[in-house]
């Protein structure tokens, strides 16, 4: 009879992604946030100064529904926005020291949750891992050379 035919990895990876994203809606819920708006604050982190349309190719949601997240970070605190130096009319969005805080200890949840999905990986396979996940990415989305 044979072996029955594995699962399609397109399958297990969304398998995967939907529990990570329950737990995140979880511990992104416990900070005020949504899982899109940790996300915006993690990519702002890392690339301050960001205009909305950069910020909404990076997170992956439309330049309205990015505006519309900005607002609700901005209103909230989380986040401000300035005129960039090389283009007056452009915004330039900036975590604030408020955003911080509650991205930090979003961070130190969000460390946990890591931990446990991959426990049973050891460091080798850990970034064997990352970098299968980061090549399938850019393959796809060859505009991102360095995902989140």
Known sequence: M??????????????????????????TREFGLTPIQYTALS??????G????QLARRSFVSP???YEMILILERNGLVTRTPTSANRR???IAVTRRGMGVLTKCDRKMDE???RIFATLG???????RDA????????YPEIRRPL
Request: glycine residues 4%.
């Open 113 to 115: 949750l890591e931990g």
């Open 2 to 27: 044979g072996d029955p035919p594995q699962a399609r990895l397109t399958y297990l990876v969304k398998q995967l992604e939907r529990a990570i994203r329950i737990a995140m809606d979880d511990i």
């Open 50 to 53: 960001m205009s909305s349309a």
């Open 123 to 129: 460091c080798d396979e850990r970034h064997e891992f």
């Open 133 to 140: 996940l980061t090549r399938c990415l850019t393959s796809i």
């Open 43 to 48: 990519v702002l982190v890392r690339n301050p």
């Open 64 to 66: 309205q529904a990015c």
């Open 90 to 92: 452009v915004l330039g």
